[in-house]
């Protein structure tokens, strides 16, 4: 079995303040299409349609600060809204302002220090080419932990 991988997106995030307590956050935690330098050892293309079984088996997916600590949504208690679209995968969520673990990271969010989003996950289909200077890998399928 694989082992979970770690991809980061350079998408920007969207957070949005209600005038209740909700703090609204939305981007693409992946992209399709673009080529990812992974350490110098390859590059790496997540293909369209990847997340697609994923969210069709309803992966339980949860929302982490660095891929760690506990999670501030997830997908099996509906506060963690994930899509797959013509760009990728799309992510949204209602954190709870009211939660102190979200109080905390939100200042950051706002002040661009938290910034990009990520993925964890691990490959259940892939291929590879290794014609050019480095092998290149093309992510088709994958088990979705968190974003």
Do not use: C
Request: without cysteine; aromatic residues 6%.
């Amino acid at each position: 079995m694989s082992e979970r991988e770690i991809r980061a997106a350079a998408q920007p995030m969207e957070i949005r303040e209600d005038e209740g307590e909700a703090i609204r956050v939305s981007g693409y935690a992946a992209v399709f299409g673009e080529e990812t330098n992974i350490g110098g050892m390859f590059t790496e293309v997540i293909d369209r349609g990847a997340f697609a079984n994923a969210l069709q088996r309803q992966d339980d997916v949860v929302f982490l600060v660095n891929h760690d600590g506990l999670p501030l949504a997830r997908t099996r208690s509906g506060t963690l809204r994930l899509t797959e679209d013509e760009r990728g995968l799309y992510m949204e969520t209602e954190l709870d302002g009211t939660d102190p673990d979200v109080r905390a990271i939100v200042p950051k969010m706002k002040r661009g220090d938290l910034d990009k989003m990520s993925f964890a996950f691990v490959p259940k289909r892939q291929e590879w080419d290794d014609g050019g200077d480095i092998p290149k890998r093309t992510i088709q399928d994958l088990e979705l932990h968190d974003v």
